[in-house]
């Protein structure tokens, strides 16, 4: 239940050793997001490369893990391999309950292994096992083996990295458990710089649970409402990928690297169809009711007695988008061939499957040759793009290596910045107007989750640069108490803030629950501050011309709603990373 103090795990792998630390301050720095970057700030040496062995790998989870559903994801810290500084990365799977059951509020790396090494920990349990013969292997490979070599049960997460994790590449994401990730900004990097190929996570203790009547009434309650809303029911039929056709019909839908926002094609990649030619089953994090992982499966040809595999793979809105209509790729069955790869590779699947778009354009328009990259790649063919996941992530040539370092480092390097579909890191999905085009470029994990703004931008609110900034700065610092919490954000209007204070109230955390708001907008800035100690600049941001040049259902971007709604959140950033109030 909730004390006044973390547990906090620190291993430091250069010297093996490793110490349990209590550090006060749950009712400041709540969890999750909160505590990572309070941890980064400790730890990070902003005046070293993101690479050196002292830079830490800090994995976080909220007061209310363990307790309350869907309070399942984990947040995990870094400095990045894409931009040097302070780095978040959200993920579910089993890694939340994992960490709890393990007894931990929070785990800190430190250091280098001078091999290639596995870190297994529990709450009875931390040793160090000998990777060698796993470096090399893909993510799933690996997964497959460490479960087989380490018969743990219960909640056990493994989290793991493929051949871009091991080539140190910005677009290395960390498999968690299969079919989750930390996807975005090279977390998979940073533990390949620490030759760490898995982190295996037993969580072998038990849970005090509250007693009386308050907490079983309060769980019931939340349980009923997360299973029984429309918008549920929607995430568990055909989840995410039910926005393909939507934002296609809308024009926000990104195709062949941002040339169009809609295309006839989007027939062959709707939801309906993933569901009907290739869902197999539906998957959940540990504890969650909803079950939104939805999983497809591929057919793979065994030459040699020619028997046929079904292989599984797991998909979303945000992969069909990277690896299917930003490659104009049009048939479910091959974009989920792509993705396969993608797994196998850990790569980052949007910040992969926009780099390949990137590099498909730059070969059309001559800006690279194919003896520079070493093969074709053209929108709409499937065969260059399999073998081209595995050239990016195993950075098989100068250009890749390059182009593993980042889009726009390619782009710089190389020419065709101006059709580099990246705002901040790699887009996502959503070429819906300004607000969101701002929002990622300069949201602190440059995700499109750091605030709403591509449902901003849907409502059609008018053109006012005061209103979009208080959306954006509000709806941020609302969500840093739920990433704080370590809430699913597909649940975040269940765990409306009185919610949330009844679930830290039951659990003996009233004075978290009187503190929430001051928390929030403590917080926000909090994690600016982090930001900005590696050393960003926002007012530095640009936004590149193919998003001015593309055509939404609003028509073009504005350039001087755009431009100024940039300056002002950059300058509302540089405030709250001084330490001011925006709120
Ligand atoms: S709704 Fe989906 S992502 Fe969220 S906890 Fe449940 S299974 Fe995980």
């Known amino acids: 239940?909730?004390?006044?103090?973390?547990?906090?795990?620190?291993?430091?792998?250069?010297?093996?050793?490793?110490?349990?630390?209590?550090?006060?301050?749950?009712?400041?720095?709540?969890?999750?997001?909160?505590?990572?970057?309070?941890?980064?700030?400790?730890?990070?040496?902003?005046?070293?490369?993101?690479?050196?062995?002292?830079?830490?790998?800090?994995?976080?989870?909220?007061?209310?893990?363990?307790?309350?559903?869907?309070?399942?994801?984990?947040?995990?810290?870094?400095?990045?391999?894409?931009?040097?500084?302070?780095?978040?990365?959200?993920?579910?799977?089993?890694?939340?309950?994992?960490?709890?059951?393990?007894?931990?509020?929070?785990?800190?790396?430190?250091g280098r292994s001078e091999r290639p090494t596995v870190l297994h920990l529990g709450a009875n349990i931390i040793e160090f096992m000998d990777a060698g013969y796993l470096w090399g292997k893909d993510a799933l490979a690996t997964g497959k083996l460490l479960r087989s070599i380490l018969k743990g049960s219960g909640h056990r997460t493994i989290m793991r990295i493929g051949a871009a994790g091991e080539n140190k590449s910005a677009m290395a994401c960390i498999n968690v458990d299969t079919y989750r990730h930390f996807g975005r900004l090279g977390g998979g990097g940073v533990m390949g710089a620490k030759h760490l190929k898995a982190i295996v996570v037993e969580g072998n203790n038990s849970l005090d649970q509250p007693e009386g009547k308050q907490y079983p009434a309060l769980y019931k309650d939340i349980f009923r409402r997360l299973t029984d809303t429309d918008m549920m029911r929607k995430y568990h039929n055909l989840g995410t990928a039910s926005n393909l056709e939507a934002l296609n019909e809308l024009k926000a839908l990104p195709w062949r690297n941002l040339q169009a926002t809609s295309d006839p094609g989007i027939e062959g990649i709707t939801g309906e169809r993933f569901a009907d030619d290739t869902l197999l089953r539906n998957a959940a994090c540990a504890g969650c009711p909803v079950g939104c992982i939805h999983i497809g499966f591929v057919r793979e040809k065994f030459h040699r007695d020619n028997r046929y595999v079904y292989r599984q793979v797991g998909y979303d809105y945000?992969?069909?988008?990277?690896?299917?209509?930003?490659?104009?790729?049009?048939?479910?069955?091959?974009?989920?061939?792509?993705?396969?790869?993608?797994?196998?590779?850990?790569?980052?699947?949007?910040?992969?499957?926009?780099?390949?778009?990137?590099?498909?354009?730059?070969?059309?328009?001559?800006?690279?040759?194919?003896?520079?990259?070493?093969?074709?790649?053209?929108?709409?063919?499937?065969?260059?793009?399999?073998?081209?996941?595995?050239?990016?992530?195993?950075?098989?040539?100068?250009?890749?290596?390059?182009?593993?370092?980042?889009?726009?480092?390619?782009?710089?390097?190389?020419?065709?910045?101006?059709?580099?579909?990246?705002?901040?890191?790699?887009?996502?999905?959503?070429?819906?107007?300004?607000?969101?085009?701002v929002a990622q470029s300069l949201g602190l994990r440059h995700s499109h989750l750091d605030t709403g703004a591509y449902t901003y931008d849907q409502s059609n609110a008018p053109k006012d640069v005061d209103k979009a900034l208080a959306f954006l700065l509000e709806d941020e610092r609302d969500r840093v108490i739920l990433t704080s919490m370590v809430a699913c954000l597909f649940a975040r209007k269940v765990y409306d803030p009185e919610t949330l204070r009844q679930c830290l109230t039951v659990l003996g955390g009233s004075e978290l629950a009187d503190n929430l708001d001051e928390a929030g907008t403590f917080l926000q800035k909090l994690r600016w501050q982090a930001r900005a100690a590696g050393g960003f600049d926002p007012m530095t941001v640009k936004i590149p011309k193919r998003f001015m040049e593309v055509s939404t259902w609003k028509g073009q971007a504005d350039p001087e709603y755009l431009e100024n709604l940039r300056l002002a959140y950059a300058k509302a950033i540089i405030e709250m990373s001084r330490g001011e109030d925006k709120n």
């Open 318 to 437: 945000e992969p069909i988008f990277a690896t299917g209509s930003m490659l104009g790729l049009t048939q479910a069955p091959q974009v989920l061939t792509v993705m396969d790869e993608v797994e196998k590779a850990g790569l980052d699947v949007m910040s992969g499957g926009v780099a390949l778009a990137w590099a498909t354009e730059a070969l059309e328009k001559g800006v690279v040759t194919t003896e520079q990259t070493g093969i074709d790649l053209r929108f709409g063919e499937v065969q260059g793009y399999l073998k081209a996941v595995h050239m990016l992530a195993g950075a098989e040539n100068e250009f890749w290596k390059i182009l593993a370092a980042g889009t726009m480092a390619a782009a710089n390097h190389y020419g065709g910045a101006d059709f580099a579909c990246v705002l901040g890191q790699e887009m996502a999905g959503y070429a819906t107007g300004e607000v969101f085009y």
């Open 1 to 110: 239940m909730i004390t006044e103090t973390f547990r906090i795990l620190e291993v430091n792998l250069s010297s093996g050793r490793s110490t349990i630390r209590s550090i006060p301050g749950v009712a400041t720095y709540l969890g999750g997001s909160g505590l990572a970057a309070k941890l980064h700030l400790d730890y990070a040496k902003p005046e070293l490369a993101w690479d050196d062995p002292a830079q830490p790998l800090i994995f976080t989870i909220g007061p209310l893990t363990g307790y309350f559903p869907l309070m399942s994801k984990t947040v995990c810290a870094f400095t990045s391999p894409l931009h040097g500084q302070y780095a978040e990365s959200h993920a579910g799977g089993r890694s939340a309950l994992a960490l709890r059951f393990a007894g931990l509020d929070a785990l800190v790396i430190i």
